[in-house]
């Protein structure tokens, strides 16, 4: 089993910037890709960024483009979203996902197996 918690979720105002943490514990973190999404309220799930399993593929959505930076240290079995510019859209809740993978990523939430609880962002404008 593998065990996702999210964190850093705060109030910030537009053009602001925000890091957040998604730990991962359980298994051997360096086998799996990782993803965040988000859910604004009233509104579908979003792909936001994904980290293959070593680090070495990146993929960010466009709406955040430019903006956001996914990385990972699997040292520390932590993968971050640094949130830069940040935009009145960008509220929602962020969770963090996992799938075991050597050596793609994933932007579909259906291709994840585990899930973290979630960490509110708001920005406001």
């Known amino acids: 089993q593998v065990q996702l918690v999210e964190s850093g979720g705060r109030l910030r105002q537009a053009g602001d910037s925000l890091k957040l943490s998604c730990a991962v514990s359980?298994?051997?973190?360096?086998?799996?890709?990782v993803g965040w999404f988000r859910q604004a309220p009233g509104k579908e799930g979003d792909f936001v960024a994904t980290?293959?399993?070593?680090?070495?593929?990146?993929l960010h959505s466009d709406s955040v483009k430019g903006r956001f930076t996914i990385s990972r240290d699997n040292a520390l079995n932590t993968v971050y979203l640094q949130m830069n510019n940040m935009k009145p859209e960008d509220t929602a809740v962020y969770y963090c996902?996992?799938?075991?993978?050597?050596?793609?990523?994933?932007?579909?939430?259906?291709?994840?197996?585990?899930w973290g609880q979630g960490t509110q962002v708001t920005v406001s404008s």
């Open positions: 996902a996992a799938k075991r993978s050597f050596a793609y990523y994933y932007s579909r939430d259906s291709d994840y197996d585990y």
């Open positions: 359980g298994r051997t973190f360096s086998n799996y890709a």
């Open positions: 980290i293959s399993s070593s680090g070495g593929r990146i």
